[in-house]
């Protein structure tokens, strides 16, 4: 890796993360997500820091919707950083800050795909009941859609990605590298 510039002196709340997650999105997760937020001080600014491969979008979704929230009844700032990875539910969580607010340290790699279904269909019984099953899972599966489509919006949020530039990478994994997401706008900056 070649010689950066040190831009964490620009950045100093950046060094203590109030709230610090690392390994798979899940429920322990957001428990101890949801632990850290209420002990961490009542003022100032927020600073949440994550490591992750991914895991489960929806509970990425319930942290961000408590940021969220933070931000939209005490008007206090909320950043986020990302640490060496922040891989598919990670990087849902930090669509909830505004580009403004999100850093990554150097040699951090995103990854951006499609959310992932695996399930099977049983078809058996009454013909009738068959075509209720079947326009039930097309439901879950279009509202999947829905949701990932809200959450890829809210990535390239004020950044110089499209939506469309998006949905097509992300079909494939999309891995960007810590400077690239910057030069991107889908970070403020790499430390």
Same mark, same amino acid.
């Given at each position: 890796?070649?010689?950066?510039?040190?831009?964490?002196?620009?950045?100093?709340?950046?060094?203590?993360?109030?709230?610090?997650?690392? #390994?798979?999105?899940?429920?322990?997760? %957001?428990?101890?997500?949801?632990?850290?937020?209420?002990?961490?001080?009542?003022?100032?600014?927020?600073?949440?820091? *994550?490591?992750?491969?991914? #895991?489960?979008?929806?509970? @990425?979704?319930?942290? #961000?919707?408590? *940021?969220?929230?933070?931000?939209? %009844?005490?008007?206090?700032?909320?950043?986020?950083?990302?640490?060496?990875?922040? %891989?598919?539910?990670?990087?849902?969580?930090?669509?909830?800050?505004?580009?403004?607010?999100?850093?990554?340290?150097?040699?951090?790699?995103?990854?951006?795909?499609?959310?992932?279904?695996?399930?099977?269909?049983?078809?058996?019984?009454?013909?009738? #009941?068959?075509?209720?099953?079947?326009?039930?899972?097309?439901?879950?599966?279009?509202?999947?859609?829905?949701?990932?489509?809200?959450?890829?919006?809210? *990535?390239?949020?004020?950044?110089?990605?499209?939506?469309?530039?998006?949905?097509?990478?992300?079909?494939?994994?999309? %891995?960007?590298?810590?400077?690239? @997401?910057?030069?991107?706008?889908?970070?403020?900056?790499? *430390?």
């Amino acid at each position: 890796m070649p010689d950066t510039p040190n831009n964490a002196v620009n950045y100093p709340l950046l060094a203590r993360p109030h709230i610090q997650l690392y #390994g798979p999105v899940n429920e322990a997760m %957001y428990a101890a997500f949801k632990d850290q937020l209420a002990a961490a001080p009542p003022d100032g600014p927020l600073v949440l820091s *994550i490591t992750t491969l991914g #895991g489960d979008p929806e509970m @990425a979704r319930a942290m #961000g919707d408590s *940021i969220r929230l933070l931000r939209n %009844y005490t008007g206090r700032a909320a950043l986020f950083l990302g640490k060496v990875a922040v %891989y598919s539910a990670g990087a849902t969580l930090m669509s909830a800050f505004p580009v403004k607010h999100r850093f990554l340290t150097r040699g951090t790699r995103l990854m951006l795909h499609e959310r992932q279904m695996d399930s099977t269909l049983d078809l058996s019984g009454p013909l009738t #009941g068959l075509s209720v099953l079947l326009k039930a899972k097309l439901h879950e599966v279009e509202h999947s859609i829905r949701i990932q489509e809200e959450g890829f919006r809210a *990535i390239v949020a004020e950044s110089r990605v499209s939506f469309d530039t998006l949905c097509e990478k992300a079909r494939s994994n999309w %891995y960007i590298d810590a400077d690239e @997401a910057r030069d991107l706008g889908l970070v403020l900056d790499v *430390i």
